[in-house]
């Protein structure tokens, strides 16, 4: 199958103009203005869209979402749900990175590898972290390296907790011990054998991935950081710990609660850190959708529970734009080629000759999402959802 899309505004994140894209199966054959059809040759099987007032945008790289749920952090009945299907397309996002949470004792990583599984089956790009916020960590086969070597979905480890009340307080040396396990697992499977690390609100921040990397042959870059927006102090460390050749992430769900209680948008920490001079490529956000968002009253005690949003990471990529003044192409970079870097999925998070054809299609007054393709596939067309799931009738 031979797709055209022309004249579409295309961010590749680098803005390109208005430009023509050939996709050949899965496959971007060729980015090229005015391609026509009679120049390639092709006959049959072709799809022409005029893609004109749109913008084209790679899809989406969320590297941290609770596929299976999370929370629980309240009780049982305080567990967040499963990721849905059409939530992901709808929200831009085709490469998704899958995580357990809090809790790794009712929950388990064969269900994220079952879940992963299943999204990737419908036509999205579905990965996941072994391991867990707790160390000795959990895995599927019994290590780090047997799951990263045997299991193609495995690309890294995460979410180890560090620097929380819900941590199991590593220390350097075991968190150097992943690091190195990972490494060498990602050189034997080819993937990066990248290390997310949960941060919490506790003072020490980033300290103990400073002590692994200045005592033992561990690269800081190696570890790749989450909730880096917490809180000012941890912003503050975040920073320096990029501008050592780290990348960090900031994460897009929140709530007035969370807010008010010290967390710097995602979208700010975005603007603010490029402001301080951090390089634009070590700067990723992430949603934690299905994570679970607390909203405590005036005492501190717990009043609701909200679900982290996927949608969030394109709402809080346009506020950086349109609030932070962020340049589009910059602001995109940090959900598309930079966190598709940083996690070894090297066809993925750009346009380009070669890379996956994974895209999206804004619309260039509103930049609200109408169409998403996977893979050279269509799941959304035009704000209708096109991809075939066993479920899809059932779910209508
Ligand atoms: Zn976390």
């Not at 050279?376 to 779910?395: C, I, K, Y």
Request: glycine content about 10%; aromatic content about 4%; some cysteine.
């Amino acid at each position: 199958m031979i797709r055209l899309i022309k004249n579409a505004q295309v961010f590749a994140p680098r803005n390109l103009g208005k430009t023509d894209v050939l996709i050949s199966g899965s496959r971007i054959l060729k980015i090229d203005s005015n391609i026509s059809l009679e120049t390639i040759g092709a006959q049959e099987c072709v799809e022409v869209v005029d893609a004109s007032g749109k913008i084209m945008v790679p899809g989406y790289v969320d590297t941290l979402v609770h596929i299976t749920g999370g929370g629980g952090e309240g009780g049982f009945q305080t567990r967040t749900p499963e990721i849905e299907f059409d939530n992901i397309v709808r929200a831009g996002v085709t490469s998704l990175i899958g995580a357990l949470g809090t809790d790794a004792t009712t929950r388990g990583l064969a269900d994220v590898y079952g879940k992963a599984m299943s999204l990737s089956q419908s036509g999205l790009n579905c990965f996941m972290y072994t391991g867990s916020y707790e160390v000795p960590v959990k895995t599927i086969t019994g290590s780090i390296k047997s799951d990263m070597i045997f299991i193609e979905p495995v690309i890294g480890v995460g979410e180890i907790a560090i620097s929380d009340k819900r941590s199991s307080q590593p220390t350097p040396h075991e968190l150097a011990r992943i690091a190195s396990d990972a490494k060498v697992a990602g050189m034997i499977a080819g993937k990066t054998g990248i290390v997310m690390i949960h941060l919490g609100d506790e003072e020490t921040c980033l300290e103990s991935l400073h002590q692994a990397a200045d005592q033992f042959a561990v690269a800081l870059s190696q570890f790749y950081p989450t909730h880096i927006n917490r809180n000012r102090t941890l912003f503050e460390a975040g920073i320096e710990f990029a501008k050592q050749g780290g990348t960090i992430d900031f994460t897009t769900s929140t709530n007035d609660s969370i807010l008010k209680s010290g967390e710097i948008r995602a979208s700010q920490a975005l603007a603010k850190a490029l402001q301080a001079g951090v390089p634009s490529d070590r700067l990723t956000m992430s949603s934690d959708a299905q994570g679970s968002l607390p909203n405590f009253d005036e005492d501190g005690i717990l009043e609701s529970l909200d679900v982290g949003a996927i949608d969030s990471l394109h709402n809080e990529m346009l506020r950086a734009v349109k609030s932070e003044g962020v340049e589009f192409s910059l602001a995109l970079s940090a959900i598309t080629s930079n966190p598709a870097r940083v996690t070894g999925l090297h066809r993925k998070g750009q346009l380009k000759q070669g890379s996956d054809a994974d895209l999206n299609l804004l619309d260039s007054e509103s930049l609200a999402i109408s169409s998403v393709m996977s893979r050279g596939h269509w799941l959304l067309q035009n704000d209708e959802m096109v991809a075939q799931t066993p479920f899809a009738s059932a779910a209508t």
